[in-house]
């Protein structure tokens, strides 16, 4: 069988076999990118949770932004609204479909779930 291409992910080598996806409206080659683009993503995406966090407590004093949802980019503020929605699609329009966080500048929460425990 012919191999089309190889790619390392999560430490393991995965091979693409040609002949499985012949008969499909499938290029291995997007899906492998696509999955890439995903995970480049959710790591933007971290950085810029980290990055709110630790500026929490300062933006919490700021009178203008208390209480509002803020889109962040790249550790920058670029907007902010008290409508979670209104602000997303102005970012969105603005900016493209990137990804971008959005937060409200408000005091975390604790959620605490009591469960059941089971003595084994």
Same mark, same amino acid.
């Given at each position: 069988m012919a191999s089309i291409t190889e790619y390392q992910s999560n430490n393991s080598i995965t091979s693409l076999d040609e002949s499985y996806y012949r008969d499909f409206d499938f290029d291995p080659k997007l899906e492998i990118e696509s999955e890439l683009q995903h995970q480049e993503?959710?790591? =933007?995406?971290?950085?810029?949770?980290? !990055?709110?966090? =630790? #500026?929490?407590?300062?933006?919490?004093?700021?009178?203008?932004? =208390? +209480?509002?949802?803020?889109?962040?980019?790249? +550790?920058?503020?670029?907007? !902010?609204?008290?409508?979670?929605?209104?602000?997303? #699609?102005?970012?969105?329009? =603005?900016? +493209?479909?990137?990804?971008?966080?959005?937060?409200?500048?408000?005091e975390e929460k604790v959620v605490t779930i009591y469960s059941p425990s089971i003595e084994i």
């Open positions: 993503n959710i790591l =933007k995406i971290r950085f810029e949770k980290q !990055s709110f966090a =630790k #500026k929490r407590q300062e933006l919490m004093k700021d009178p203008d932004l =208390k +209480g509002k949802f803020v889109a962040v980019i790249d +550790g920058t503020i670029i907007d !902010s609204d008290t409508d979670e929605l209104a602000l997303t #699609k102005r970012v969105y329009e =603005k900016h +493209g479909y990137i990804p971008v966080l959005i937060e409200k500048i408000a």
